[in-house]
């Protein structure tokens, strides 16, 4: 899996051009992320999202920007799996898939140490990369920067956010913390801020 601490997959929902570039991007590329956001977390700080935030908001080049969050994306996810990986196998607990990764933390048949649930807490704080403020910043400017400023493709992007936090939620197995409902409340707000936005 993988965008903000899922996993990019929007979903195959469709291929789009990426404004201003003639690569296609895949909204398969954005995420189951967002959902688990909260559920598990990786140690760095937020400044490098932050980043790629602003830069949406200036209008950057779109392929660039995608580029970078999906980097981005990427890298956390694989510190996040490498972390639990590690603390599971010291209790004797093998995964193999991401998938098996995010049922064997939904189970919760196992411990963590006293620096590792720290960091985490911090991590999913307020202002935490796998918070709710900053994950749904990331999951929204990675639809715009996919969609450009088509809002056609912003209602397919809607529709594969939804459609992915519920393959995430399948995945989990039951229904995903409250971290994670919030962090879908606040990208379809995003989303419906958005529409208001170009009808008003």
């Not at 939804?162 to 995430?168: D, I, L, S």
């Amino acid at each position: 899996m993988s965008l903000n601490g899922i996993n990019s997959n929007y979903q195959a929902y469709e291929t789009n051009t990426v404004s201003g570039s003639d690569k296609k991007v895949s909204t398969k590329e954005i995420s189951k992320t967002t959902a688990y956001s909260g559920v598990a977390a990786t140690y760095e700080h937020a400044s490098q999202s932050e980043g790629l935030v602003a830069a949406v908001n200036k209008k950057a080049s779109n392929a660039s920007i995608v580029a970078q969050l999906k980097a981005d994306q990427e890298t956390r996810m694989a510190q996040m799996q490498s972390l639990v990986t590690k603390m599971f196998s010291k209790q004797g607990i093998t995964i193999g898939t991401a998938d098996d990764m995010w049922k064997a933390l939904a189970g919760g048949n196992f411990t963590a140490d006293a620096d590792t649930i720290a960091q985490a807490k911090e991590d999913i704080s307020e202002n935490g990369y796998w918070g709710v403020k900053q994950t749904s910043e990331r999951i929204f400017s990675f639809a715009q920067a996919l969609a450009g400023d088509d809002e056609e493709k912003m209602t397919k992007m809607k529709e594969a956010f939804e459609k992915g936090f519920k393959e995430a939620t399948k995945t989990w197995g039951k229904e995903l913390p409250d971290i994670s409902q919030n962090t879908r409340d606040a990208v379809l707000k995003k989303f419906d801020d958005y529409f208001a936005g170009k009808n008003s």
